[in-house]
């Protein structure tokens, strides 16, 4: 199924992310943790793509898996910026034979010591463009509330989004994000672009404090008073941040549907208990459509 199509109805969606193994050693075990979220039965599951390309086996396997064996739609991502455009056709190709339709279309972070201007891809939009020529996928693009950390300001990193959307994503997935307002306002200045495709609410459960420093610092994500208050008070219990972190998740989806957002996905990262929680949080409101 493609995902425009799920996005173009009026009920509220969740899905999950997971990311694939980094060696085969561990690939079993991923698997597993993949499919007890697939169990949960999300609208779909989307499955990273390690930077650099080294484990795109793995993503395309996860997804196939996911599709042929649970019924679940999978969103497969693709990075571009450490591949030409050979390996881009063979990762289509090799997509396409899976029975992949859906594809997050990716710059990937440029690796250290690399210059942008020697690379084949330079901006997400080439490889939404590429994808598009390549075949019937249905192509979606990240976008960033808080504005992504390389773009100064604000203004031009939605320019580069509309260009993005104009190249052809269906869909946009945001960064997470943990004040709601600043996702609210985001979609304002989106539509005042012009930028009408539908947005998917990306959510990060955090569970554990060390976690959310260490994302806090190299994103830059902005950590609301209420929540610091809960790392701050709970942190140090791992059980206590847990229970916590997946309320205080669950409230914030709330709102987003309270809002009028449609489509959350959540950044489950492999946790089938965090996964199956937040999912029995919301068992009376995902799936429906409310006016
Ligand atoms: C939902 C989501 C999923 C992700 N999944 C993965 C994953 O699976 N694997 C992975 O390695 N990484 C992943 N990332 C991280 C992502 O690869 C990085 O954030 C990366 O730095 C940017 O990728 P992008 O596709 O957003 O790039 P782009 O859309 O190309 O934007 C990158 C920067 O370039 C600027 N820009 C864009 N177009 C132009 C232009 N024409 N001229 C000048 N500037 C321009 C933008 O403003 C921005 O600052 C994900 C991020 C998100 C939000």
Known sequence: MKLSELFGTDVTTLSFEVFPPKTSSNFDTVRNATEKIALLSPDYMSVTYGAGGGTSEYSVMIAKNLLENHNVTPLAHLTCVSSDKQTVIDRLSEMKNAGVENILALRGDIPEGTELSKCRYHYASELVA????????????????????ECLHASDDINNLRLKV????????TQMFFDNNILYNFLYRLREAGITVPVVAGIMPVTNAK??????SISGTYLPQRFKRVVDRFGDDDAAMLQAGICYDSDQIIDLYAYGIQNVHVYSMNKPYVAEKIKSNLSDIVGKSFR
């Not at 104009?166 to 997935?173: Q, V």
């Open 211 to 216: 976690q959310i420093k260490r994302i806090c």
């Open 130 to 149: 590429d994808i598009k020529k390549y075949g019937d996928f249905c192509v979606g693009g990240a976008c960033y509330p808080e504005g992504h950390v």
């Open 166 to 173: 104009e190249a052809g994503c269906d869909f946009l997935t």
